[in-house]
């Protein structure tokens, strides 16, 4: 049958299938063991392997080269220490190296064979169209993004299941079919399933540029590398000086002396071995910790046990007082006194047990041990398995106290987290010790490393960005030649300020067509959305960091910085954003949406939860808000689509832009030809972009190799001072803990601390080469701790198992080669029945006592059980592995059926022995089901166990294959797991056929009844009943709820029975729940609908009758509700509201807060208007103000916002003038300011990036105005000083005709040839003329003749209008043009000062006027700080009026505000504070009429308002209420004035008249002001004092001021008062400064009609007189 045709395609099934896939695996097998076999060499390597590269050579893998191998020898000795490394360095180097060159030399032989071959190629993975994106950064150094084409197969794979392209895969890169290739290893697959991953390149010479534009065929080696590499490393740098031991390792000595540091009087105190709960304490010499001191527990054992020799084995304690039995009393006497100490421990016998024994008692006498040449040194723990590790260490951290440090990243351990290396790291240390000063040197390299890290990265992610997005013009100026620039520019579309806008190159593009193509697609296929989105959904994989292995020693990369970078990067480079403003917009309404939804949902509850409503008010209630709460998820969902539609329209343009980025170039001589892009169609427009790119991006990638080994050294010093930190810090603890990768990874730091004591844990598990690179020179003494008859190491080549004994481990050889071990024999674990089996391996195994003790197994007959079978196993390809099908659903079916039992999850493990085989339990094992159940594969099960232990085999073909299950080492550990039961699912009649040892297994089960076809489930409810039998899955079925199909029957306390069929779980039924009717009733006798298991009962919901007591209506209610609590839905509600409106709600509710009836309106300003009944208080006047304003506008305010003609809202009317930068004015009503549009001032070398208002930054380069006969040598702001050349450009253009342009000058695109007509149109009247020469302006792309465009640009303005000179033609501004640089420079010179004179200042004095107005708020708002109670005045309107013009200042300070400062603006701020200071002032004056000075707070609301400048109404006004606020004052002063003098009743009418006056509700005319000014004076004349025409007052103001004593004040004839000096006797004549009249006297005479004026000061004579000298002056009081 021909499996390829499609008439047989039906009639081949899966059992077919897998067939020929086992075929294809048994020939692929054949034919690799037909291969070529390496000779066994015995004689002289060919070279020193120590010259030998880690990292294999292409003559290596092309097969050039043949390995020179060795084996490894079981028995006798090697002739010296380089002869054994030399073996086990080739050896281990070949087990990873032949797979990948088999692999290799198979695809090249395939590809060159014409027929194609079905046999699949196990020893690599190839992977085709591989590309490298780019470099980038990582914490490794410099690391490359590399893209792989994701077929339809690659696409199937469970990337996070497998071990494809892991961290430290090594892959191999050619592009060549292998001729050369590029070694590299995977440090980053995050993005595997997208195609991205990074690999870092092993070989630091290949450049950047080798790289880049090669698409590679790509071969993974299934050996992962990075458990290869430090070992290899580390075996190269042994030598015969510092290898330890090397006379058992290497010359297989038996004998075995005692520990260098032991001598025949040496004792060790043994205490903590006979105590379990012994804590041993050692100081920190890391940490600055404070430990308790050691545990001393006295008793008779404990003085015995306190000093014991230990090579003298007969004073010892005895094995009972140390809890030991005979196996483990001997073993450890003999490895605390043999050097090389090896101790075998079958499963069960406590190998680990007896491993922490020794640790804790050898760290209880660290005193004899660990103190070399003056030194603290610790003890080394070694393990192959970062899993084993962990459990020992925390074995460890349970006894002791002190310096235990965990090495490497890949721990799981929660207790261990404290005890990490990483941990250490951190810790504080002082800078005088020495790891604080190793810790500097650190802190500095790393300080270099990220300056270096930083360059790099903009370098790495400008490349990222060039190969994503479109990149605008400026960034590719540099590659683009000046005719395509000027071409580019020509037909540029001017730019709006908004940030997307779009970028030439992308108007060039025709990116527009990318969208609309997108939105005619997705309109085409209304289900496109959904089929694209599964297509190009990405979902996360096993994320396998970089920092797994290596984070101990390289420093963690911070991938915020480049997404930080990234931004920026992007912001500068990119040339096409792709809008987001639809598709923000759909998202704010959604999120509104689900705000709504979420009221509702809100709602819903608290009417559900209201007891007060009655059943009938509730379900109504609810109705309306479901129906509400479905129309708005209807809106929601309408608006989720067009979300939908809009992100895929997005991700097809983003996706057809980066597939635009990614075809064919146009060639370098096809892109130098190029001139005018724009007459390009648009393939070849995309195909000169992509040129462009692609040489910017070489550009960058040179910049990048430049700076690449400065970075790669700083990082090396960054490496060697983290390993200096991490040496001190394992030079000072007591115990390190590492894995064997590890270890050889540090083997320069352990050769340096020199461990003297190594404890290696499943030391029979690991390669001989792997134990080796733990040692130094150091070590005085080895223990190995493992079992040989359980697993092997497992090298990657199987022949080089077989035939090199690379699978034979140093504990295994030594143990062949005689030296002394001790094998513990007391096994703790295994119930008998189970131990038995294991007897078959270890004939002499026993059991301790307590293992017969352990109870049956629940729920089935016999506690072990073998379970045959003949269902066939199928294969995983991808996996490499197996499964079957039957045994998995058979396995969760049992394991249900234990848990059934009242079992623990954590109980039972499953295990198996594939790894697809755990793929398919994990399947039909849900962790919510198997809750705590354990499924593993075998291997990672080596030194756990569990009560209950399932085991599938998997294994049942017809090609009598089985794989490893018949190597004893697997079987061993996979038969020893279980304490109490044991169930094993396998085919046994294969088994027992082809294994010895499954046959004498499978033989004994069945002596023992223990082998069978089906399991017998026996029901412990019914212990009388025959069991039933289950073959098959489904025949658990007879066991539903682990019992039997039976009913329960039991009666529950409730009275009903059990509805359950026989369950053995909840026997005494407290967690079950009875679902029959409850038969309780309530208290009105109604009969209770719910569930009997809810007690007590739910309330009664039947619907009674009842009379509201608040109301006395009657009401439909709940039966359990109280109706003293209902709230009354009767409508309407009798209450009217205090505006004379009936309440709308219901009568139990509350009366209605916001009246909705509309009402007609009459305003205080007179203008009526309807509004609704609550907005009577909160709405201002809505009439038009229409007032005619200063500036001749009408105002645009309404008569509320206008304060009813009071204050003015700002003109809005825009002043549209033409700025002096060529902007039309945006300011309102020609209150012209800085303008804030973008600067459109540019220059060929860069273009301003400030606002048009803000003085530009000089051009500092230099002027390129140059050509063959003069050049400029000025700066390009600066006045040139080279005349401009007159002389005929020579070039050609495009057509072959000469160019019409002037030396130096750009070449115009027009020719007098072939654009007669348009080059010699009449607009000067000087293009027609022979040898007429053109210039084209930059700017608008307009070509003129020279002459006149001279004469024309050098002719002065007649009206001496500022301006730029503009085309005569369009009348655009001429900003860039190199011919009339000089005329361009000096108007911009000129209009650069106008900007200047417009801003009043330079920025930094500018500044200081804003911060000396901040300063005068601040004081001012320090002072309103204190508490109210103490103030004598608060008003809260002025307060937060300087709030507001504060929180402005800070904007504008922090340039969160788009204003440009000018001294404009910080004079309008200064009005704005003097103003509310003045307000300020004013309400000071009249403390305690609050209620009137609220009439103004309006005016210093709107005062403070945000604005440039005030315009001249907004000053008349406030000026008019500032007047009104002045007059009040005045006011409230003479009314004081008047109740002092009595006088207040006299003019009450004027001061009705002046208050009603002042308080009117619009501006205050001038008749009016002039009529209370007049009342005014008139209440203060009635304050005069009768005779002196001044008011009380003004007289103790003046007689404070002038400080005379009584008797020197006289008045004139007409009664003006005035004072004499000295001694108050008149000594001159003058006149009077108010009438003139003649006052003072002579000779202490005064002038006629001059008297005194008592009235000042009470004074009865002159202060001259002979009465006054007689005291009559004087009040004796004032004596006192």
């Known amino acids: ?160 299941l497998g071990k494809r392209l892991i961290y430290g895969s090594l892959v191999c890169l050619s592009d060549n079919e292998f001729d050369t290739l590029v070694l590299a290893t995977v440090i980053d697959n995050a993005k595997i399933k997208d195609g991205i991953f990074s690999v870092l390149i092993e070989d630091e010479n290949v450049q ?73 304490v050692h100081p920190s010499n890391i940490r600055n910790e404070v430990l308790s001191v050691n545990q001393h527990i006295v008793s008779q054992e404990n003085n015995k046990s306190t000093r014991v020799k230990v090579l003298d084995h007969s004073p010892w304690p005895a094995k009972e007082s140390l809890q030991l039995d005979d196996s483990q009393m001997r073993a450890i006497q003999n490895a605390l006194s043999r050097e090389f100490a090896i101790i075998q421990g079958p499963p069960g016998t406590g190998k680990t047990y007896i491993g922490l024994k020794l640790a804790k008692v050898l760290l209880h006498n660290k005193d004899t041990w660990g103190n070399v040449s003056g030194m603290t040194s610790p003890m080394l723990i070694v393990c192959y398995t970062n899993h084993a590790l962990d459990q020992f260490l925390e074995g460890v951290a349970k006894f002791y106290r002190g310096d235990l440090v965990r090495v490497g990243g890949r ?164 040339g096409y954003n792709i809008t987001n403003e639809y598709v923000n917009e759909i998202l704010n309404h959604i999120s509104k949406v689900r705000a709504d939804l979420d ?41 989720q689509f067009h979300l939908k539609q809009e992100q895929i329209i997005q991700i097809y343009q983003e996706q057809d832009t980066k597939s635009n980025l990614s075809h064919d170039l146009m060639p ?11 007459k390009l169609n648009l393939k070849d427009r995309w195909r000169l972009y992509r040129s462009w790119v692609h040489t910017y991006v070489l550009y960058l990638n040179q910049k990048i190799e430049k700076e690449r080994e400065g970075f790669m050294m700083t990082a090396k010093r960054y490496k060697e001072a983290q390993m200096l930190v991490d040496r001190e810090i394992l030079r000072h603890s007591s115990v390190i803990g590492m894995t064997t990768t590890c270890a050889a990874r540090y083997l320069s730091t352990l050769r340096d601390i020199k461990p003297p004591i190594v404890i290696v844990e499943e030391a029979a598990e690991v390669l001989e080469a792997h134990i080796i690179t733990t040692l130094s020179d150091g070590c005085k003494h080895l223990i190995l701790i493992g079992d040989h008859k359980q697993l092997r190491p497992n090298p990657s080549v199987y022949k080089l198992a077989i035939r090199y004994n690379l699978n034979i481990s140093l504990f295994e050889r030594m143990v062949n080669n005689g030296v002394p071990h001790d094998c513990l024999e007391l096994q703790h674990r295994m119930r008998p029945d189970i131990a038995d089996i294991m007897r078959h391996i270890y004939p002499g195994l026993q059991d301790h006592s307590h293992v017969r003790c352990y109870g049956d197994v629940k729920g089935i007959a016999k506690n072990v059980m073998f379970i045959n079978h003949n269902e066939p196993e199928s294969s995983n390809g991808e996996l490499k592995s197996y499964a079957n099908t039957f045994e998995a659903d058979y396995v969760a079916k049992l394991a249900k059926h234990l848990l059934m ?66 190597t004893e080492n697997r079987i061993c550990v996979a038969l020893s797991r279980a304490k109490m039961g044991f169930f094993v699912v396998g085919n046994f009649d294969q088994l027992s056929s082809l294994s010895p040892l499954w046959k004498a297994i499978t033989e004994d089960m069945m002596t023992r009844g223990c082998i069978a076809r089906g399991l017998q489930l026996r029901c412990a409810n019914h212990p009388n ?25 039991t009666r529950l306390n409730c009275g009903h029975q059990c509805t359950l069929t026989c369950h053995i779980k909840d026997s005494s039924h407290k967690l079950f729940k009875c679902q029959k009717p409850c038969t309780r009733r309530c208290e009105r006798n109604h009969k209770c609908k719910s569930k009997c298991f809810k007690d007590p009962c739910p309330p009664c919901r039947v619907i009674v009758t009842m009379t509201i007591p608040k109301c006395g209506h009657l009401q439909d209610i709940e039966c359990h509700l109280d109706p003293t609590e209902v709230l009354c839905n009767t409508r309407p509600c009798p209450t009217i509201l205090n505006c004379g409106h009936a309440c709308t709600n219901a009568c139990g509710y509350p009366h209605t807060i916001k009246c909705e009836y509309d009402i007609e309106k009459t305003f205080s300003c007179g203008h009526t208007s309807k509004l609704r009944c609550w907005q009577t208080n909160s709405i201002q006047c809505p009439h038009p103000c229409g007032s005619i304003l200063k500036c001749g506008h009408e105002c645009h305010g309404t008569c509320g916002s206008c304060l009813n003609g009071r204050y003015h809202d700002r003109c809005s009317q825009k002043c549209s003038r033409s700025l002096i930068c060529g902007h039309q004015c945006e300011s309102p009503c020609a209150h012209c300011l800085p303008c804030d549009q973008k600067c459109q001032n540019r220059c060929v070398h860069s273009t301003c990036n400030k606002r048009c208002g803000i003085p530009c930054t000089p051009c500092k380069e230099p002027c390129l105005w140059s050509c063959n006969h003069y050049q400029c040598s000025n700066l390009c702001s600066e006045p040139c000083d080279r005349p401009p050349c007159n002389r005929p450009c020579p070039k050609k253009l495009k057509c072959n005709h000469t160019c019409i342009g002037l030396c130096g000058e750009p070449c115009p695109l027009l020719c007098i040839i072939c654009d007669k007509d348009e080059v010699t149109e009449i607009f000067f009247g000087t293009e027609d003329l022979p040898g007429a020469r053109f210039v084209t302006l930059d700017d608008c792309g307009h070509v003129l003749e020279t002459t006149s465009l001279d004469y024309y640009m050098n002719l002065k303005e007649e009206h001496g209008e500022l301006s730029f000179k503009c085309c005569p033609k369009c009348k655009t501004p001429i900003r860039k043009c190199v011919r009339y640089g000089n005329v361009v420079n000096k108007q911009l010179q000129d209009i650069e000062q106008v900007k200047m004179t417009m801003l009043g200042g330079s920025f930094g004095q500018l500044k200081t006027m804003l911060d000396a107005e901040n300063i005068f708020l601040s004081k001012r708002l320090r002072k309103m700080s204190i508490p109210r109670i103490l103030m004598r005045f608060f008003n809260a309107a002025t307060e937060n009026a300087y709030l507001k013009i504060q929180k402005r200042i800070t904007s504008i300070q922090e340039n969160n505000s788009c204003v440009i400062l000018s001294e404009q603006l910080i004079q309008t701020i200064h009005v704005q504070i003097q103003v509310i200071n003045q307000f300020e002032s004013l309400f000071k004056m009249i403390v305690g009429e609050n209620q009137r000075l609220s009439f103004f707070n309006d005016i210093v609301k709107k005062a403070a308002e945000a604005r440039f400048v005030f315009s001249e109404q907004e000053l008349m006004d406030i000026n008019t209420e500032l007047n009104r606020a002045q007059l009040y004052c005045k006011c409230v002063k003479l009314e004081t004035n008047l109740k002092k003098v009595g006088k207040h009743s006299d003019v009450t009418d004027d001061i009705n008249f002046v208050r009603n006056k002042l308080f009117l509700v619009r501006v205050l005319t001038a008749d009016e002001c002039d009529k209370v000014c007049a009342c005014l004076d008139r209440m203060k004349d009635m304050t005069m004092i009768q005779g002196l025409k001044i008011t009380e007052e003004e007289r103790i103001s003046i007689t404070q001021a002038m400080k005379l004593n009584k008797g020197h004040w006289f008045k004139c004839p007409n009664g003006h008062v005035y004072a004499i000096g000295d001694c108050g006797g008149a000594n001159q004549r003058s006149k009077c400064p108010e009438c003139k009249a003649e006052i003072g006297g002579e000779h202490h005479r005064l002038v006629d009609g001059n008297q005194l004026a008592t009235e000042m000061d009470g004074a009865t004579f002159a202060a001259y007189s002979e009465e006054a000298n007689n005291l009559a002056n004087f009040n004796l009081d004032d004596l006192h």
Not at 231 to 246: H, M
């Open 1 to 160: 049958m021909i499996a390829d045709d499609p008439a047989n395609a039906s009639v081949i099934n899966d059992f077919t299938r897998t067939s020929l896939n086992e075929f294809a695996d048994l020939n692929n097998a054949y034919r690799k063991d037909e291969k070529r076999i390496e000779h066994n060499y015995e004689g002289k390597p060919p070279d020193d392997f120590r010259t030998i590269p880690v990292l294999p050579r292409i003559e290596e893998i092309k097969g050039f080269i043949q390995p020179f191998l060795r084996k490894n020898k079981l028995g006798g000795q090697y002739e010296d220490v380089d002869d054994y490394l030399d073996v086990q360095f080739r050896l281990l180097r070949e087990d990873f190296i032949g797979p990948l060159r088999d692999g290799i030399t198979e695809y090249i032989k395939n590809n060159e064979s014409k027929a194609k071959s079905n046999i699949r190629n196990t020893d690599v993975r190839i992977y085709r169209n591989v590309i490298v994106v780019g470099p980038e950064l990582a914490e490794f150094g410099l690391s490359f993004k590399m893209k792989m084409e994701m077929t339809t197969g690659l696409r199937k794979i469970h990337w996070e």
């Open 208 to 280: 950047i540029s080798e790289l880049l534009n090669r698409n590679f065929t790509m071969a993974e080696s299934t050996v992962y590398f990075e458990s290869y590499k430090h070992v290899l490393a580390g075996l190269q740098s042994i030598n015969e000086t510092n290898f330890a031991f090397a006379k058992h390792i290497v010359f297989s000595q038996p004998k075995c002396s005692p520990p260098a540091y032991l001598d025949v009087q040496t004792s060790f105190d043994l205490r903590p071995l006979i105590h379990d709960d012994y804590i041993i």
């Open 411 to 574: 721990s799981k351990s929660e207790r261990l987290k404290s005890y990490s290396l990483k941990q250490y790291r951190r810790g504080a240390y002082s800078s005088r010790s020495a790891i604080g000063k190793m810790t500097q040197l650190k802190d500095s390299a790393r300080k270099e490393l990220a300056k270096s890290q930083t360059k790099i990265c903009k370098l790495t992610v400008s490349v990222q960005i060039c190969l994503q997005t479109l990149i605008n013009e400026g960034t590719l100026r540099d590659v683009m030649s000046d005719c395509q620039f000027r071409s580019l520019q020509t037909n540029m579309i001017p730019k709006n300020t908004d940030e997307s806008s779009q970028s030439t190159i992308a108007i060039w593009l025709r990116t527009d067509l990318i969208e609309h193509e997108c939105r005619l697609a997705i309109n085409q296929d209304r289900n496109a959305d959904e089929d694209f989105e599964q297509s190009i959904n990405v979902t996360t994989g096993n994320e396998r960091s970089a920092s797994i292995l290596f984070d101990d020693i390289l420093p963690e990369f911070d991938t915020t910085q480049v997404n930080a970078v990234y931004q920026v990067k992007q912001k500068t480079l990119s």
């Open 599 to 639: 009221e509702i949902e809100l709602n819903i509850q608290k009417v559900e939860n209201k007891r007060k409503l009655s059943k009938k008010n509730k379900i109504n209630k609810i109705k309306e808000l479901e129906k509400a709460q479905t129309r708005m998820k209807r809106q929601e969902n309408e608006l």
């Open 668 to 678: 370098h001589q096809e892109v130098i030809a190029v001139d005018d892009i724009w």
């Open 901 to 966: 039992q009242d079992y623990n999850g954590s109980q039972i493990t499953v295990l198996t022995t594939y790894t697809g085989q755990l793929l398919e339990l994990k399947r039909r094992m849900n962790r919510d089901e198997y809750d705590d159940v354990n499924v593993t594969v075998v291997d990672n099960y080596q030194g756990e166990e569990n009560d209950i232990v399932i085991l599938s085999l998997v294994r049942s073909n017809h090609e009598n294959r089985i794989g490893f299950l018949k």
């Open 1025 to 1049: 009943d025959p069991p039933k039998i289950a073959v098959s899955a489904t025949d658990f079925k007879d066991a539903p709820l682990g019992g039997c199909t039976k009913a329960c029957e």
